[in-house]
């Protein structure tokens, strides 16, 4: 099983970002996927997840608004979209799929598989 995120680089602020979470060795449709991400000199936070079966949606407050959480099935990914980047969006992207099910919100749960992640630098 391997998820690989992509996408990263340098956007300028105000500017959009698309990463895309690849998966082999698992359907991801079958799957909760969460972006998370981590800046510099601070902890992991989960920023926008996907459910299995009912694909709703959830956004860190953070990003409420900006993002976009969607499955490309065809192509076995899982694609984030920030619109109207900050500075502070500068951070390492990272996807993690989990089989786990429950009616709360994703963004807590218990992850599976996790990707390598992919650096997202915001100019300003």
């Known amino acids: 099983v391997q998820l690989q995120a992509s996408g990263g680089g340098l956007v300028q602020a105000g500017g959009s970002l698309t990463l895309s979470c690849a998966a082999s060795g698992l359907t991801l449709d079958y799957y909760a996927v969460t972006w998370f991400r981590q800046a510099p000199g601070k902890e992991r936070e989960g920023v926008s997840c996907i459910k299995s079966g009912t694909d709703v949606t959830y956004y860190a407050d953070f990003v409420k608004g900006r993002a976009t959480i969607s499955r490309d099935n065809a192509k076995n990914m899982v694609i984030l979209r920030v619109n109207s980047v900050k500075a502070e969006d500068t951070a390492v992207y990272y996807c993690?799929?989990?089989?786990?099910?429950?009616?709360?919100?994703?963004?807590?749960?218990?992850?599976?598989?996790w990707g390598k992640g992919t650096l997202v630098t915001v100019s300003s």
């Open positions: 993690a799929a989990t089989d786990y099910v429950d009616s709360g919100p994703c963004l807590y749960f218990p992850m599976h598989h």
